[in-house]
């Protein structure tokens, strides 16, 4: 088992390939985090940026392995500027004090400043380092260098 975890939510499949594409890079593990609510096409969407506005609480079925990980990187869309649900589910589930925390967003053009704000209140000892990521997509060269930029600041963060 790695140190290092990455865990991660996506409708859509952009912040998959970026955790996937940093996983490789720090040797991680990675876990996707699943939710009971269907969150797929127009309907998906607006209900999507309903439940974020409203922090309407979601429910996970996927299991977290956060325990034995000295590093979390979590990985997420920006939704309605905020972490989606599950991401806020998952924060209110698993303890992540003592650990260093690092956390990407994948967004359309609004950055990740609330997000990062908002997500930042919820981990104890709040995030070590953040990446906002506009409309990666997988093969891009400068997604990658950024990407290796961001891991090498990540290992000086767990120094
Ligand atoms: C419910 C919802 C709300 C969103 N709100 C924003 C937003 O406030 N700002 C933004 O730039 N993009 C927003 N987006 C776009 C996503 O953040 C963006 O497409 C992201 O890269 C999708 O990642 P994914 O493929 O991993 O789901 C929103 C998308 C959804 C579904």
């Not at 979601?58 to 972490?83: C, D, N, Q, Y």
Request: glycine residues 10%.
């Amino acid at each position: 088992m790695s140190d290092t975890l990455i865990v991660y939510y996506s409708r859509t499949g952009k912040t998959r390939m970026v955790a996937e594409k940093l996983a490789d890079m720090l040797d991680a593990d990675i876990e996707e985090i699943r939710e009971v609510k269907g969150r797929s096409g127009r309907m998906g969407w607006f209900v999507g940026v309903k439940d974020s506005l409203l922090d309407k609480p979601a429910e996970l079925t996927s299991e977290h392995t956060v325990e034995p990980r000295k590093l979390v990187i979590i990985g997420m869309p920006v939704w309605a500027s905020a972490p989606p649900p599950a991401i806020r589910a998952f924060l209110g589930r698993y303890d992540l004090a003592g650990k260093t925390v690092c956390a990407f967003c994948t967004h359309d053009g609004g950055g990740g400043k609330g997000l990062f704000a908002k997500t930042g209140e919820l981990v104890p000892g709040g995030l070590a380092a953040t990446l906002s990521l506009k409309k990666p997509t997988p093969d891009d060269p400068a997604l990658d260098e950024q990407l290796r930029q961001w891991a090498e600041e990540i290992k000086s963060a767990c120094e």
